[in-house]
């Protein structure tokens, strides 16, 4: 299963063109595609306007609806930040971790196009497409 991160997401809304954009739009409809709660929490609050609110809204709850965090994952990710922490690594975003955390627990492939990811790459394996 794919994971989505809202930095695709935002991206392809916006009809940005990326290596990552142009993946998802080949991957839509051919793969499993997941968002998650907090995912779909940072992608909707961008909409200003109602007509593309509620198509995005569409498009994302008719992916499967992963719940990202959690007790189990809320220490995981405390652990997983702590030791990127110990490597020299500073984490910006607490909700990276728990998505970078919740994908390597889960076994999910990450598709982003944020460079906070790629620690967990480089030191926890985190899997991630391009």
């Known amino acids: ?16 063109a990326t290596p ?5 739009d080949a991957l839509l409809g051919t793969e499993p595609l997941a968002t998650g709660d907090l995912i779909l929490v940072e992608v909707l609050q961008g909409f200003a306007d109602d007509k593309q609110f509620k198509q995005a809204r569409k498009l994302l709850t008719a992916l499967t609806l992963i719940d990202l965090g959690g007790h189990e994952i809320a220490i995981q990710a405390a652990d997983n930040y ?8 500073t984490v910006r975003k607490t909700i990276d971790t ?10 999910l492939t990450l598709l982003h ?16 497409l391009l």
């Open 98 to 107: 728990v998505i970078a955390t919740r994908c390597i627990h889960s076994g």
């Open 113 to 128: 196009s944020d460079r906070d990811f790629e620690p967990y790459v480089a030191h926890l394996g985190l899997r991630t």
């Open 82 to 89: 702590r030791a990127l922490r110990a490597l020299g690594v």
């Open 1 to 16: 299963m794919i994971l989505v991160d809202s930095s695709v997401w935002i991206d392809y809304f916006r009809g940005v």
């Open 20 to 24: 990552q954009t142009d993946r998802l």
